[in-house]
């Protein structure tokens, strides 16, 4: 990986989707530093029983090279400590602090962000108290825990073990990139237990999963012609995540709000959407997601959401 190259990435304020969306908690964040879970007098995850349920973390770490992989390439991203600092406003200013996923796949309630701060000390921050020898202008952040499924399943059990945020920046070549969110291929297999947890936690009566199926028929028809086109021919474009969002959007199937948002930034692709199907993946996997007609449905219908 020494040879690989790195992108500095920064925030459009211009943009309606510029900065942070959501932040997640995850089992491998990609900063690679974990959080801790906090109550009266103990800090390690391991001991919690007597909750104040307050999870401590850095959300974004200044100059951190953080590995990325997708359908061009492998690479590295970094932020600066301007960017750092920008998108820690912004995502209070915009009003977005109580929104949250687990692995950016499932949308969760209860979670809301009660602190937020930059660290400005080596030594009196109170990121220090607790251990976390972060660098100087990283974004830390508090998570207030009220949601007793994720408490219960995946805090105290170690299954989630740091934060990971999720939304949208460009590169110096003015190129729309994703934040960290993970976009590794997952199984099917995985994505089923990913499934499975969103029905767990939609049957909480401390969580409601809003989801929306008014997509166009034009983006069904699209997503069902991919699908058609893969199975008879065959097809190493995309990753499952790709198909199996075709699949829900050949269905008819309801999608939560973090779906919507990455049908959205799938938008990043449309220079590639004309490729004949027989002649790459650009336009088999802009179908894929839903084609113009689903990518234009979910920029509009994310601004809807979130009004």
């Known amino acids: 990986m020494e040879n690989l190259e790195t ?29 801790i879970a906090l109550k009266a007098q103990e800090v390690k995850l391991t001991e919690v029983n007597q909750e104040r349920r307050i999870l401590m973390g850095a959300a974004l770490i200044p100059n951190k090279e953080i590995y990325r992989r997708n ?72 998570v207030k825990v009220n949601n007793d499924e994720i408490w219960e399943e995946f805090v105290k059990t170690n299954r989630v073990k740091g934060f990971s945020i999720e939304g949208f920046f460009t590169d110096k070549l003015d190129r729309p990139k994703e934040s960290v969110k993970e976009e590794a291929e997952l199984s099917y297999e995985e994505m089923a237990k990913l499934y499975e947890i969103e029905e767990i936690l939609s049957a909480s009566n401390d969580v409601e999963l809003a989801s929306y199926s008014d997509y166009p028929k034009a983006a069904r028809n699209n997503a069902k012609r991919a699908l058609k ?79």
């Open 229 to 307: 086109w893969k199975k008879e021919n065959g097809s190493s474009c995309g990753t499952s995540v790709g198909w199996t969002r075709a699949s829900q959007l050949a269905s008819g199937s309801a999608l939560s709000r973090s779906t919507i948002a990455r049908m959205a930034s799938f938008k990043r692709h449309q220079q590639h959407k004309d490729v004949p199907y027989s002649e790459g993946c650009g336009g088999l996997m802009w179908d894929a997601w839903g084609g113009s007609a689903g990518v234009n449905w979910a920029i509009s219908k994310l601004k809807q959401i979130d009004k």
């Open 7 to 35: 992108y500095e990435l920064f925030i459009d304020e211009e943009s309606d989707f510029g900065g942070i969306e959501a932040i997640s908690i995850v089992e491998n964040p990609a900063i690679e530093e974990d959080f």
């Open 71 to 142: 359908s061009e390439g492998e690479y590295f991203i970094k932020f600066s400590e301007e960017t750092v600092r920008k998108a820690s406003q912004l995502f209070l200013s915009r009003g977005k602090q109580n929104n949250a996923t687990l692995e950016h796949e499932v949308e969760i309630g209860g979670l809301s962000v009660v602190e937020s701060w930059i660290i400005e000390d080596e030594v009196q921050d109170k990121s220090r108290k607790y251990g976390l020898n972060m660098p100087l202008g990283t974004w830390m952040v508090s």
